[in-house]
């Protein structure tokens, strides 16, 4: 396989991936003689609710059983690309993925809103191809991964991408 059409490839792949309940105890002590209101629990901070912009992108790919390319590990910045999140109340998402042309590949620019649902640590967007897995979210970054296993051209495919994010608001 080519240099050219494995990053032809890629950026198809990237591009089609981009189309990622806190429980909260109080503990109370009782006494007889304590005449102290017992408070209010309070909900839990969502996090995930806000806009996200991604800091970068980390790819692992595997075709056949072969690592032809892996950067899960590596410090890597988003090399021209955009990629952000609005995630609101009504568990709609606004999203946008900027991928700029290469030598082999057009530009891939899109935009929309769909919705997403929260189940623990899984994210799922409505019509993407694999929900994410939240490793890290918190007031300021979010860290996305997703695995990925498909059938192209006869050959199996497993893509892994790790997406970090910083909260603009």
């Known amino acids: 396989m ?3 059409h494995l990053i032809t490839l890629m950026k198809k792949i990237y591009s089609y991936l981009s189309i990622t309940a806190f429980s909260f105890l109080t503990l109370t002590a009782c006494s007889s003689d304590d ?3 017992t408070p209010e629990p309070q909900q ?3 996090y995930l609710l806000g806009k996200w912009n991604a800091t970068s992108t980390h790819m692992k790919l595997v075709i056949d059983g072969e690592v032809v390319l892996d950067e899960l590990d590596k410090e890597t910045t988003m090399r021209g ?7 609101k109340n009504d568990n709609t998402v606004n999203h946008y993925t900027y991928i700029p042309a290469g030598t082999n590949t057009e530009e891939v620019d899109r935009h929309g809103t769909t919705t997403y649902e929260r189940n623990g640590n899984q994210l ?3 019509n993407y191809p694999a929900p994410y897995s939240i490793l890290l ?3 300021k970054k ?3 991964h997703t695995k990925d296993e498909f059938e192209y051209d006869g050959k199996i495919y497993i893509l892994e991408n ?8």
């Open 142 to 144: 979010m860290q996305l």
């Open 35 to 37: 005449n102290t209101p």
């Open 162 to 169: 790790l997406d970090k994010f910083e909260r603009v608001k």
């Open 81 to 87: 690309m955009i990629k952000t999140y609005e995630f």
């Open 44 to 46: 839990p901070t969502n």
């Open 124 to 126: 799922i967007l409505k």
């Open 137 to 139: 979210l918190d007031d």
């Open 2 to 4: 080519c240099f050219n």
